[in-house]
């Protein structure tokens, strides 16, 4: 799930409680879900922890995840298949 979708169905007060739990603003989260911030790896992983797997890092960093954490492509799984 994209991070944006994620955020939106969140309940009330939902959006400040995960950027307290990963350390960055509510803005910064929702500037993050938008794509008009970029999300570091490490911040990366905090969001996967929080989330509890509901956003992935392969989610929030599709065209680089393999080269980041080459650990989590698992040969002859496809990648939706790990994922879930």
Same mark, same amino acid.
């Given at each position: 799930?994209?991070? $944006?979708?994620?955020?939106?169905?969140?309940?009330?007060? #939902?959006?400040? $409680?995960?950027?307290?739990?990963? #350390?960055?603003?509510?803005?910064?989260?929702?500037?993050?879900?938008? #794509?008009?911030?970029?999300?570091?790896?490490?911040?990366?992983?905090?969001?996967?922890?929080?989330? $509890?797997?509901?956003?992935?890092?392969?989610?929030?960093?599709?065209?680089?995840?393999?080269?980041?954490?080459?650990?989590?492509?698992?040969?002859?799984?496809?990648?939706?298949?790990?994922?879930?």
């Amino acid at each position: 799930m994209d991070l $944006k979708t994620y955020l939106a169905s969140l309940e009330r007060g #939902g959006v400040s $409680k995960l950027a307290e739990e990963i #350390g960055v603003s509510a803005s910064f989260l929702s500037q993050m879900a938008a #794509g008009s911030s970029a999300i570091s790896p490490a911040r990366c992983v905090l969001i996967e922890i929080a989330t $509890k797997q509901a956003v992935t890092r392969r989610d929030l960093r599709p065209d680089d995840w393999r080269s980041i954490w080459p650990e989590l492509d698992i040969p002859g799984t496809p990648t939706e298949q790990v994922a879930a």
